[in-house]
């Protein structure tokens, strides 16, 4: 193919990458160090993906499996800040080994993430090594993951980075494979897709690229190929554990997918077709991306622009097919289309890469590299939210063993997490109020709440039965239902001695600015304490004892 570097050049490593490498995980480093990881978590779901991995740390430690499903509930009564049937897999088990080696905290789970953005970075430079060659692929590599959309969310514990480690190795041996013809680097490339949807299931749009390149590359004859019906069955086999599981469990995904009342751009709206593209200048900045349309336009003017037919059609067909993916999806979030930025940051390179001479070339796209980078990790402000680890180690550090503890406020799962990796909480049993007040399917803006009509002294009756000692409370927290009103109202009688306020800080939004934690002064319980908890995002119940040992 034309354009490629010699097999032989492909398959050593000289001086030269090794030095290209070291700078890439130098690069990781400072994005590393840049982090939150003091129990700051920002983004909702952040500390729930680090408690995924939790749990998998301690179901490998306790081997429950005598008794799975009880053990399960019984830990979701404990932390119900797990998403294990919402969420794939392969991120969270690579997590709760990190865990094994490096303790449960905030720092492991941002490493283990990090550990996938260096992954990711490696994968740019051998994918478009072959491409343009070494200096070129680092610059590459360095510009990919320094623009402000992969910066971002290289430095929360989220899926994004991890997912395109696995997609970008996956090209890099597809590729091989059109070269080569040697089966075991298309299976790789199969078992490499199938590992990016078992870590976020949004990449599957990449599955049309592959295989519209590979006709485009062998026509009819593609169906004589043996190993493309060996890679085919491979695939299929492989996502049906995933596709169950999402029928069984996933509604919500499948929601988020189809669309209802809450769908804010509708498909037919020009609105709608142009939010992908609209997300592009915050993602990649606008000067990456008008070099990328200037590649584009000059590719279609100059057959001298071209990388070679292949290549530059699964670029294309990547790009595509994800744009209208992404648009025809009813939940539209901009770390979702991160995964077309490859290809715009390549794009971007190449047109300095043909504009330029030669031998100058590949300096310039350093030299784009290198300032992007730079501006990201100066400039480009990282969010964080502080207070609940705050708060977790002063409710820890005055709860004794097998306590429950009630907590009502938007950042249950920073609360949840900074308890589970807090060493003094001895067994801490965390009920979210919600749970008790409200039916919540997963996502109040987009689907709503409803109130269960709990009563003060239905409320109060709660906290007896269950041995409610410490409550931590967030005082706006969707203040505007009768529940919540409720909830304060009862905290500010008698019965509850206000222990310590603690301030909010960072990117939070308006209404957050405190959290209050107060003592249960009443009688403890007297019986049993079973607790029945709706997860109507899941279509299950789960039922158990709270505040014994887990």
Not at 8 to 26: E, H, K, P
Not at 89 to 109: C, K, N, Q, R, W
Not at 262 to 272: A, E, I
Not at 415 to 429: G, L
Request: charged share 15%.
């Amino acid at each position: 193919m034309a354009g490629r570097e010699p097999a032989a050049t492909r398959s050593s490593l000289t001086w030269q990458d090794i030095v290209c490498l070291a700078l890439l995980a130098l690069a990781v480093a400072l994005l590393f160090r840049t982090s939150p990881t003091a129990g700051d978590f920002w983004w909702s779901d952040a500390p729930r993906h680090a408690m995924d991995g939790v749990f998998y740390h301690d179901l490998a430690h306790d081997l429950p499996f005598a008794n799975l499903k009880r053990w399960a509930m019984d830990y979701y009564l404990h932390y119900p800040a797990i998403v294990v049937l919402f969420y794939p897999p392969v991120f969270a088990l690579v997590e709760a080994i990190f865990y094994a080696i490096f303790g449960v905290s905030h720092v492991t789970a941002q490493l283990t993430v990090s550990f996938f953005f260096l992954i990711t970075a490696y994968g740019a430079y051998f994918l478009t090594r072959q491409w343009v060659g070494k200096v070129a692929a680092f610059a590459t590599a360095l510009l990919f993951i320094g623009t402000p959309g992969m910066a971002l969310w290289g430095r929360q514990v989220m899926l994004e980075i991890p997912t395109y480690a696995s997609l970008i190795w996956s090209c890099y041996f597809f590729f091989r494979y059109l070269d080569s013809r040697r089966p075991r680097h298309l299976y790789l490339t199969i078992a490499l897709v199938l590992s990016a949807l078992y870590t976020k299931q949004t990449v599957v749009f990449t599955v049309a690229a592959y295989c519209l390149t590979l006709y485009l590359v062998d026509g009819n004859s593609l169906f004589r190929r043996r190993e493309f019906w060996w890679a085919a069955g491979f695939f299929v086999v492989g996502a049906i554990p995933l596709a169950v599981v999402t029928l069984l469990w996933g509604r919500l995904n499948l929601q988020t997918v189809a669309g209802g009342g809450w769908v804010q751009y509708s498909r037919l709206s020009l609105t709608g077709w142009l939010y992908v593209a609209r997300q592009w200048p915050y993602q990649v900045g606008w000067p990456v991306l008008i070099l990328a349309m200037a590649y584009c336009a000059g590719a279609i003017v100059w057959r001298k622009w071209r990388l070679s037919s292949p290549i530059l059609f699964f670029l294309t067909a990547w790009l595509l097919t994800g744009y209208v993916f992404f648009s025809l999806i009813a939940l539209k979030l901009q770390r979702h289309t991160l995964f077309l930025m490859f290809t715009i940051v390549f794009f971007a390179v190449l047109a300095i890469m043909r504009a330029l001479p030669a031998t100058v070339a590949p300096y310039g796209v350093v030299i784009l590299a290198a300032f992007v980078f730079s501006h990201t990790l100066l400039v480009e402000h990282v969010p964080w939210v502080s207070g609940y680890r705050t708060a977790a180690q002063y409710v820890c550090s005055i709860a004794p063993p097998d306590s429950v503890i009630v907590f009502s406020g938007l950042r249950d799962g920073s609360f949840i997490f900074n308890v589970k990796s807090t060493p003094q909480c001895k067994n801490a049993t965390i009920i979210r109020a919600d749970k008790l007040l409200l039916s919540v399917p997963e996502d109040r803006r987009l689907f709503g709440v409803t109130e269960l009509g709990v009563s003060e002294s239905d409320f109060k009756d709660m906290l007896r039965r269950y041995d409610v000692r410490f409550v931590v409370l967030e005082p706006n927290f969707w203040n505007d239902l009768r529940s919540m009103q409720m909830l304060v109202r009862v905290l500010h009688e008698s019965q509850f001695k206000l222990l310590r306020t603690i301030p909010v800080g960072g990117d939070h939004e308006p209404t957050e600015s405190h959290l209050e934690i107060y003592q249960n002064l009443g009688p403890a319980a007297t019986g049993d304490n079973v607790l029945r908890v709706e997860l109507p995002a899941f279509g299950i119940t789960v039922e158990g004892k709270v505040g014994e040992s887990k």
